[in-house]
């Protein structure tokens, strides 16, 4: 029985080792490995039936020498608005000759006007300016999420090509760039179309910018011309360029909400102003030029006729002559800004920091019936920053076209729900605050 139990063993451990070997799974892992199919080795070229396979083809073709770029892949398939429209886009080379474009527009004036090219940045602003209808040309991004925000349908034409953040920042004079950034035709103010609400709210009212030098003026006065509803923003020679990227970014958009229209003449400013347009300028030596008026003696508007001899450049032996105020100065009523001047339809004149208002626009403003408009200022401050002036002129002539002026005050019909206790009492409170 012994002999029988030892032939038994000897016989189940000869099957296990025909199974395969014995590791740490047991039984269970010589049957799996049984049940495994051999692996076919298969030469270089070769495909599983034998067949030879041929090389797929180089997805990215480099083009003629010369050009610095190269063609980028299809976008992916999750996109279905890039593929319904067609889009594609590549990327740039080191040497590629459109990336010096950039700079150049933006530090160079006389080649964004001879040229007519503008340089945008931001998602927002190039979405503002392809809604407005702005022809792009070159769209540079550095993730491809960046330049699928925009309106793709709008993208059509324009060459899209990636480079890398490392440039976009080289370019860029933002602490924090966004990656993208595009160049497109100068617009056009009568071929854009602006936003319906923005048409809806216009009002009546024109604002000239007078030799307005500083871009960041310019950017917030735009701005607040677009937040008060004028209905178009004139920009004399001598203003800087409205399309200078400092200006842009001030504006915020503004750029693509109002009609604005550069470079004029004066001769030629009535030409794009209403009929019988009644035009006020913003002069704080308005307060000066009243107190001549009425006798009294006043250091500051002799310092203000020298002012407007200088503008007019005068010789220096002219200069020394003491020249009458009224001799050669129009002739122009002093008004505070809170008084009512909105008869007609209106225009304002926005002088620069420096100079100010320029002759030509009090000629104008005499020939149409208009004053010299001034805001209030504590004795011992010369006068406002322009932007700051713009904004409290627009919106005040803003309150007045919309029935809240001082007549409207006086027979009840003022949208202003604050009456005068309400003023009072605020007053009182502020006052107490300062103590």
């Known amino acids: 029985m012994a002999a029988l139990g030892l032939s038994r063993g000897w016989g189940l451990r000869t099957l296990l080792l025909a199974a395969g070997p014995v590791w740490g799974g047991g039984t269970r ?73 950039v700079m150049t527009i933006v530090k160079s004036r006389s080649f964004r006007e001879k040229k007519g090219k503008i340089l945008l940045e931001g998602r927002r602003l190039m979405a503002d300016a ?22 793709g349908d709008k993208l059509k034409g324009a060459s899209l090509v990636k480079v890398k953040f490392d440039e976009i920042k080289e370019w860029s004079d933002l602490v924090a760039p966004q990656g993208i950034m595009g160049i497109f035709a100068k617009p056009d103010h009568a071929k854009m179309k602006f936003p319906e ?35 178009k923003v004139l920009l004399t020679k001598g203003c800087v360029d409205a399309w200078e990227p400092k200006v842009l970014r001030a504006g915020m958009g503004a750029h693509f909400q109002v009609p604005i229209i550069s470079n004029l003449e004066w001769k030629h400013v009535p030409d794009h102003l209403p009929s019988d347009t009644r035009v006020h300028v913003a002069d704080n030596c308005g307060r000066h030029a009243g107190a001549q008026q009425s006798g009294r003696a006043s250091d500051q508007g002799g310092v203000c006729d020298r002012r407007f001899q200088k503008h007019r450049k005068y010789q220096e032996e002219e200069l020394r002559e003491a020249v009458p105020a009224g001799n050669w100065l129009p002739d122009l009523k002093v008004q505070s800004y809170d008084m009512a001047w909105t008869e007609a339809p209106v225009a304002i004149v926005i002088g620069g ?62 949208e202003d729900p604050t009456s005068a206790q309400d003023l009072g009492a605020l007053q009182e409170e502020f006052s107490r605050l300062r103590s």
């Open 353 to 414: 920091e420096t100079h100010g208002v320029s002759v030509e626009s009090l000629q104008l403003a005499e020939s149409t019936g208009g004053k010299r408009l001034l805001i209030p200022v504590v004795p011992g401050v010369d006068s406002l920053n322009s932007a700051m002036a713009a904004s409290i002129l627009l919106f005040e002539g803003r309150r007045q076209l919309r029935g809240g002026g001082p007549q409207a005050r006086l027979m009840g019909g003022s």
């Open 197 to 231: 609400t923005q048409l809806q709210h216009s009002l009546p009212l024109v604002l000239i910018c007078d030799n307005l030098r500083d871009p960041g003026n310019l950017g917030t006065i735009l701005r607040s011309a677009a937040g008060a509803g004028c209905c």
């Open 130 to 151: 392809l809604r407005a209808g702005a022809q792009p040309q070159t769209v540079f991004f550095s993730r491809l999420e960046y330049v699928k925000e925009l309106p």
């Open 29 to 101: 892992r010589g049957v799996r490995a049984l049940r495994r199919r051999p692996v076919r080795v298969l030469s270089p070229g070769q495909g599983p039936a034998g067949t030879v396979v041929k090389p797929e083809p180089e997805r990215r073709k480099r083009e003629s020498p010369g050009s610095g770029r190269e063609a980028g892949p299809e976008p992916p398939a999750s996109s279905g608005s890039w593929e319904e429209l067609g889009l594609r886009y590549e990327r740039a080379l080191p040497g590629d000759r459109r990336l010096s474009k």
